[in-house]
């Protein structure tokens, strides 16, 4: 990887990043977020903040050099600050930088390598800054295409803060007007604490079989559907890994009731599950959505996002006569960068490290599940990884204090930063840049352990 261990111990290092631009204590910083940051944007550690000065790779440095180890950044996909993401910016920056309607090559370029790593029939692309903005787009163009308006999301689903997107997240709606009487919730396949469980023989097929009934509830009422809109690998829902065949099937029930299949790849797109570029290709083969859509990783911290389609959706929704344009989506630098993320990825072999690294992450975690009985379940693929806690494994009791307390003790006593997902917040996730070692997995592990050991030690007095 491009930056080590030993770069970031090194005086220099330290030094520069005393000196990095810091013109507000701390204290300073916070009270004045608080009376101008509306409060509804929420600081990681609200009770005592990290205030961050300067990152690399999968490290942060707050304002007297201390180094966390961040195990919650997939934002920045390939590592904090690469030398190669800062080039390409800089120089494309200095050269040009212009609405995204003027003819350059670099949009065209960008799409052309995202279609290689895409199922042929995704060959159409639109680009914007966000993965709300792309959750919105994809929208539009399942509800042109098909004609119809309802959509069927997972339980617990979250895809942005758009109105449009806070309309079809259970996540959010819940908590807000509720739920429209064009949007269905279909129970998330969820092989831990769902209605079909590990010991299912077939849990892929039950699960999309509550997706076909709910379907036929919808025809019932004398709607229509335009779109299944899932999470290729549900984040927020609790690092849920999909049963296998799952959405084969549901795609299957939703084409043959006159939908489309949209795979919001916002969180795991570009190779964080490490055996495959995208997470929906975990289904196999023969699985293809109808439309992809990706954001958080691909500019590694800089706005950029996108939406995959194919012809036939995207013939519709120009047929509609309403021009659709994005003026910062897909613009010289941007596209840029996105370049410069996919070279990082195949230079520095990081769906390889992925793969390497998350297994040895998630056995090392599986082989702590069994000396720590509140450890219920370890799953995840490559760098999406979930450690759910819970007081009784039998009932599965979410031990949401345990879990906060985990967290809070990480990043106090060890400067490693984690956090929790989940219905219950009681997931421990990691979703680290894809450039995380075996060393840092192995030194998260080696702290949860001893935290835990506490934590029961202190229950037993």
Not at 341 to 360: M, S, Y
Request: some cysteine; hydrophobic content about 40%; glycine content about 8%.
């Amino acid at each position: 990887m491009y930056f080590t261990l030993d770069d970031c111990r090194s005086s220099s290092f330290i030094v520069s990043t005393n000196m990095a631009l810091e013109k507000l204590r701390k204290e300073e910083t916070l009270a004045m977020r608080k009376r101008l940051i509306g409060q509804s944007c929420r600081l990681f550690y609200s009770d005592d903040p990290v205030k961050i000065m300067k990152a690399r790779g999968q490290y942060l440095f707050d304002e007297n050099g201390k180094r966390y180890l961040d195990c919650i950044s997939n934002v920045h996909h390939v590592g904090h600050c690469h030398p190669s993401i800062t080039k390409a910016a800089a120089e494309q920056m200095d050269l040009l930088n212009t609405n995204a309607r003027f003819l350059h090559d670099n949009i065209v370029m960008y799409a052309d390598r995202l279609a290689a790593t895409l199922p042929e029939k995704l060959c159409v692309f639109y680009f914007v800054n966000s993965g709300s903005e792309a959750n919105d787009l994809a929208l539009r163009l399942a509800q042109q295409y098909t004609q119809h308006q309802d959509v069927i999301v997972l339980d617990h689903a979250y895809h942005g803060h758009l109105m449009s997107l806070i309309d079809i997240s259970p996540y959010k709606f819940r908590k807000l007007a509720g739920q429209k009487e064009w949007v269905h919730v279909a129970p998330i396949p969820d092989t831990y604490r769902g209605i079909y469980r590990e010991h299912h023989p077939n849990p892929g097929q039950a699960y999309a079989d509550t997706v076909k009934d709910l379907i036929e509830e919808v025809h019932r009422k004398g709607r229509k559907i335009s779109a299944f809109f899932a999470e290729s690998l549900p984040s927020v829902g609790g690092q849920i890994i999909l049963p296998e065949g799952y959405s084969s099937k549901v795609a299957e029930y939703v084409r043959s009731a006159g939908g489309v299949f949209v795979a919001d790849e916002v969180q795991t797109g570009f190779g964080r599950v490490g055996s495959h570029f995208w997470a929906f290709q975990l289904q196999g083969e023969g699985f293809c959505p109808d439309i992809v859509t990706m954001g958080k990783p691909m500019g590694n911290g800089h706005p950029l996002a996108c939406v995959a389609t194919t012809v036939e959706i995207a013939g519709a929704f120009t047929a509609n006569g309403v021009e659709y344009f994005n003026t910062f989506g897909g613009n010289p630098v941007s596209c840029a960068i996105g370049l410069a993320v996919l070279d990082v990825i195949e230079k520095e072999d990081l769906r390889g490290n992925a793969t390497r690294v998350g297994a040895h992450l998630k056995d090392l975690l599986t082989k702590l599940q069994t000396q720590h009985q509140i450890i219920g379940d370890v799953r995840g693929v490559g760098l999406f990884v979930g450690l759910e806690l819970v007081s009784d494994r039998d009932q599965k009791t979410p031990a949401t204090e345990t879990a906060a307390r985990v967290v809070k003790r990480l990043k106090e006593e060890d400067q490693i930063c984690v956090s929790t997902d989940g219905p219950w917040e009681n997931v421990v996730k990691f979703k680290p840049p894809m450039c995380f070692s075996m060393e840092d997995a192995e030194l998260a592990v080696q702290c949860i352990d001893r935290i835990l050991t506490d934590e029961k030690e202190a229950s037993d007095i």
